[in-house]
């Protein structure tokens, strides 16, 4: 994976601020947002599947609008 010299610059500083080195930040990070991604994901399939739809139809439809009023 290659990094700009601005992207290695803020991952470097990032990492030395939270005391890891560059590797261990970069894999933190990475399995932090792919695990957020996940959650969001099957949250999202829930909603979907709680209101009789697929994800894809929950976006079509505009499913997402609160009908609580």
């Known amino acids: ?5 601005a992207e290695r610059a803020a ?3 990032h990492a030395a601020v939270l005391g ?3 590797d261990e930040y ?17 949250a999202f399939r829930a909603i979907a599947q709680r209101r009789g739809c697929t ?3 929950l ?3 505009g ?3 609160d009908d609580g009023g």
């Open 1 to 5: 994976m290659t990094f700009t010299s």
């Open 55 to 57: 994800g894809e139809e």
């Open 26 to 42: 970069i894999h933190q990070t990475a399995a932090d947002r792919a695990l957020s991604w996940q959650r969001e994901r099957d």
């Open 63 to 65: 499913c997402l609008a």
């Open 20 to 22: 890891l080195s560059a």
């Open 11 to 13: 991952i470097m500083a």
């Open 59 to 61: 976006v079509q439809r």
